[in-house]
């Protein structure tokens, strides 16, 4: 089993910064991807990022690629997202997931978070 944690959350004006925390612990050795996903209230769950277990490979969908970034720190088991030029349209309840295999990085995670809140205020 992996467990995920997310922390970081917080409210935030537009064009402001905050930076989300994913504490995984667990069988972390057979994870190869980490993703960040977002759901806002009466919106489907939306893809934000993810990263390769050696951090070699990211992906970003269009709605953020250039303001967010995700990284990882694995000697703390940590994934973060920096995210930059915060807006309205962010808010959401944004969802640590991982999963053990490299195909379909935009879906089909197999473990997942509490998740945390966002808001960004006009």
């Known amino acids: 089993q992996v467990q995920l944690v997310e922390s970081g959350g917080g409210l935030v004006q537009t064009g402001g910064s905050l930076r989300l925390s994913c504490a995984v612990s667990g069988r972390t050795n057979n994870i190869y991807l980490t993703a960040w996903f977002r759901q806002a209230p009466e919106k489907e769950r939306e893809f934000v990022a993810t990263?390769?277990?050696?951090?070699?490979?990211?992906l970003y969908p269009e709605s953020v690629k250039g303001r967010f970034t995700i990284s990882r720190d694995n000697a703390k088991n940590t994934v973060y997202l920096q995210m930059d030029r915060l807006r309205p349209e962010d808010t959401a309840i944004y969802y640590c997931?991982?999963?053990?295999?490299?195909?379909?990085?935009?879906?089909?995670?197999?473990?997942w978070g509490q998740g945390t809140q966002v808001t960004v205020s006009s």
């Open positions: 997931a991982a999963k053990t295999s490299s195909f379909y990085p935009r879906d089909n995670y197999d473990y």
């Open positions: 990263i390769s277990q050696d951090g070699g490979r990211t």
